[in-house]
């Protein structure tokens, strides 16, 4: 049979604790349904109890959100999700490093942090190194977090300017029968980069990106145009690629050509990385799982 175990977490006389528990105990309440606890609040004291390793994770998780509430960081479902999964990948995974690196951007509304260890290992690599290319499904923070460190870098003056192109994906369309000058053309395709803009910074601040389209020919003209005191992050899904038939993709062959090459990081998301929806990580996954079966779906 197996021990149950109790464990006490005393938490300082001014401890804000709210943020810790959440609206109607919400925290609590997720961790005793994920780990399989019983967890009591009582003034500063916060009991668990449980399997012994259950609740060593319980109050492990508990103690790291405290060190986030006392930084000022917000604590809600998703951050308790987040030391949920890390802690399920990898057991001695740094937790107060994740938790706290926030990314600092001009907006009020929200504080940007990675949510999983592939999003850390990104974020850090974008800082250390000049080339970094992040490859993986949508979802999973790529561009959002691309985009969050060029703000903080551009507010921060570490940088004079964000220059900003993305691949202009044919849907159904040709690009040339679309209505419009070239920059009504290739506007919708800049859109999602754009709202990312827009929830960092101030509208009157945003400025006019530019997007150019990543043949293979493209993405060395992009890489060899990497000045002094820049830095390029290149994202992309190597599962959609929409190139004229007999076209190589930029982004599936600079794994190869670029492998070698110290200075330039290749960070690969998976389905555990994305961060949307709950259900979108199964999506993913079982979109993988039937193109692999069938041979079928775009690449």
């Known amino acids: 049979m197996s021990s149950l175990t109790t464990k006490r977490i005393t938490l300082a006389s001014d401890a804000d604790l709210l943020p810790l528990l959440g609206r ?27 399997e012994e390793h259950q609740v060593q994770q319980g109050t492990r998780i508990l103690e790291e959100l405290q060190a986030r509430v006392a930084a000022g960081l917000p604590v809600q479902a998703a951050e308790v999700r987040t030391a949920l999964r890390v802690l399920a990948e990898n057991e001695g995974a740094d937790l107060k490093a994740l938790f706290l690196d926030a990314i600092a951007v001009p907006s009020r509304k929200k504080q940007i942090t990675p949510k999983t260890l592939t999003q850390k290992r990104y974020v850090d690599a974008i800082r250390s190194r000049d080339v970094v290319v992040g490859i993986g499904p949508a979802g999973t923070g790529k561009s959002y977090l691309a985009m969050a460190m060029a703000v903080s870098a551009l507010t921060q003056r570490e940088v004079s300017r964000i220059i900003l192109t993305r691949p202009a994906v ?24 754009y709202d990312a803009l827009y929830d960092m910074m101030e509208p009157e601040k945003v400025q006019t990106l530019r997007e150019r389209n990543t043949t293979s020919e493209q993405m060395k003209m992009f890489l060899t145009r990497l000045g002094f005191n820049s830095r390029m992050v290149i994202t992309g899904d190597i599962t959609q690629v929409d190139l004229p038939s007999g076209r190589a993709s930029g982004l599936i062959e600079i794994q190869e050509v670029l492998k070698a090459i110290k200075g330039i990081q290749f960070v690969y998301f998976s389905e555990r990385d994305v961060v949307r929806h709950e259900l979108v990580s199964e999506i993913v996954r079982a979109y993988d799982e039937w193109t692999r079966a069938t041979g079928r779906g775009r690449t």
């Open 24 to 50: 109607n105990d919400e925290n609590l309440r997720l961790l005793e349904s994920q780990l399989a606890l019983r967890i009591v609040a009582r003034g500063t004291e916060i009991t668990l109890r449980g």
């Open 170 to 193: 044919e849907a159904g369309e040709r690009l040339g029968f679309l209505p419009g000058d070239l920059y009504e053309k290739v506007h919708p395709y800049l859109r999602p980069l």
